[in-house]
């Protein structure tokens, strides 16, 4: 009976698993990187905040920019329009009366550059879009429109015609390389046209 108790052998015993080494703590270094990457996260979040910010801020003038452009197209439009009526209308007495004759070589010649002055004004919105190629077709009739300009004009202001179409010719090369200088030699052209149209058709 003895031996058998000496032979017997104890069962082995597991060695506890103390709280300590089950779950082991966090660590600094990783206590530290979560706080940075709380940081970082919140540094993103302000800077896609202010970018939204920025980018709200730019937008509200260009469309308003934009919307006055168009307004004026349309007006540019609609006054082309009633001017060709009235120019329909003065051909038929062309034959009965020199007044009329006079008379309708004005209106051809305010139809002429309100019809330059269309083209820029829709060329200029076109590069407001970031759209060259449409400002290139806005600009595709305009040199013909100069050159018909210069031949109505009296021989002391055929030159500014000549200046104009050379100004039209530096922004159409300039479209599509560079945008604000294109827009800068439009907006001169513009400014010319409305000064000849008001030596010719300010109202007194």
Do not use: C
């Not at 109505?152 to 010719?169: I, V």
């Amino acid at each position: 009976m003895d031996e058998e108790k000496q032979n017997e052998k104890p069962a082995p015993t597991l060695p506890e698993v103390t709280k300590d080494k089950a779950i082991p703590p966090e660590s600094r270094v990783n206590r530290i990187t979560l706080r940075i990457l709380r940081w970082l996260l919140g540094v993103l979040i302000l800077m896609g905040l202010g970018a939204m910010l920025v980018i709200f801020a730019l937008y509200q003038p260009t469309r308003q920019m934009l919307a006055e452009s168009q307004e004026q197209v349309e007006q540019a439009g609609q006054r082309i329009a009633e001017l060709e009526g009235e120019v329909a209308n003065l051909s038929t007495f062309e034959e009965q009366n020199q007044d009329l004759r006079v008379e309708l070589d004005k209106t051809g010649l305010h139809v002429t550059i309100l019809s330059a002055r269309s083209d820029v004004a829709a060329a200029q919105l076109a590069l407001a879009l970031n759209d060259p190629a449409k400002a290139r077709l806005a600009l595709s009739k305009t040199p013909e429109t100069l050159e018909k300009l210069e031949g109505m004009l009296e021989p002391g202001k055929k030159k500014l015609a000549a200046d104009m179409q050379a100004r039209l010719d530096l922004a159409v090369k300039e479209i599509g390389e560079n945008a604000y200088a294109a827009n800068s030699d439009l907006d001169v052209l513009a400014t010319a046209l409305l000064e000849l149209e008001n030596a010719y058709f300010a109202k007194p």
